[in-house]
T-cell receptor, first 114, second 113 residues
Framework: GNSVTQMEGPVTLSEEAFLTINCTYTATGYPSLFWYVQYPGEGLQLLLKATKADDKGSNKGFEATYRKETTSFHLEKGSVQVSDSAVYFCALSDAEGGSEKLVFGKGTKLTVNP | DTEVTQTPKHLVMGMTNKKSLKCEQHMGHRAMYWYKQKAKKPPELMFVYSYEKLSINESVPSRFSPECPNSSLLNLHLHALQPEDSALYLC????????????FGEGSRLTVL
């Protein structure tokens, strides 16, 4: 079935450092791809999404580009802040079996130190 | 109103108790979801309701019983749970099933003694 593989964390960075969190996927069709963020003690929030190849999703300084040739959707931010400390989940929409649902990666915990 | 509201935020129950988790949204969404999240793990899908009908049941044990009384409400009835069922239970909604963007509540943290 469809699946998502994220880089294992945790990731610890200093404020203003560059962030990359790798995400690759396996899918039989053309899924939509998402990054969700979970701040401590909260539910998940959609950070950004891309629905077709070469689309770039962006929000709050984060970006990710849907790369069909490498089956990747890596998350990047040029300058992280302490407030970006959270767990980040890559996900794809899975329509196998006729009922669409989200398939999540295992999550990457990011800690940004001042 | 772009919120999904879950109650209670915390619940402690014994293995013989019966309790319910509640979820409410007023965004006009027609798909609602229950997820279970263990510590340091991604959410695991349990149930999906689409237009108030059960669309997906991910082989969840019958001690978890979902209910969708109307398009705004989603309940999860709990009975005879096990300690390993202790987790964060997340409710989510989307405009339609398969619309992609899910709106999550903050979750109900359940502890089974």
């Amino acid at each position: 079935g469809n699946s998502v593989t994220q880089m294992e964390g945790p990731v610890t960075l200093s404020e203003e450092a560059f962030l990359t969190i790798n995400c690759t996927y396996t899918a039989t069709g053309y899924p939509s791809l998402f990054w969700y963020v979970q701040y401590p003690g909260e539910g998940l929030q959609l950070l950004l999404k891309a629905t077709k190849a070469d689309d770039k999703g962006s929000n709050k300084g984060f970006e990710a580009t849907y790369r069909k040739e490498t089956t990747s959707f890596h998350l990047e931010k040029g300058s992280v802040q302490v407030s970006d400390s959270a767990v980040y989940f890559c996900a794809l929409s899975d329509a196998e079996g006729g009922s669409e649902k989200l398939v999540f990666g295992k999550g990457t915990k990011l800690t940004v130190n001042p | 109103d772009t919120e999904v509201t879950q109650t209670p935020k915390h619940l402690v129950m014994g293995m013989t108790n019966k309790k319910s988790l509640k979820c409410e949204q007023h965004m006009g969404h027609r798909a609602m979801y229950w997820y279970k999240q263990k510590a340091k793990k991604p959410p695991e899908l349990m149930f999906v309701y689409s237009y108030e009908k059960l669309s997906i049941n991910e082989s969840v044990p019958s001690r978890f019983s979902p209910e969708c009384p109307n398009s705004s409400l989603l309940n999860l009835h709990l009975h005879a749970l096990q300690p390993e069922d202790s987790a964060l239970y997340l409710c989510a909604s989307s405009l339609l099933q398969g619309a992609g963007e899910l709106f999550f509540g903050e979750g109900s943290r359940l502890t089974v003694l």
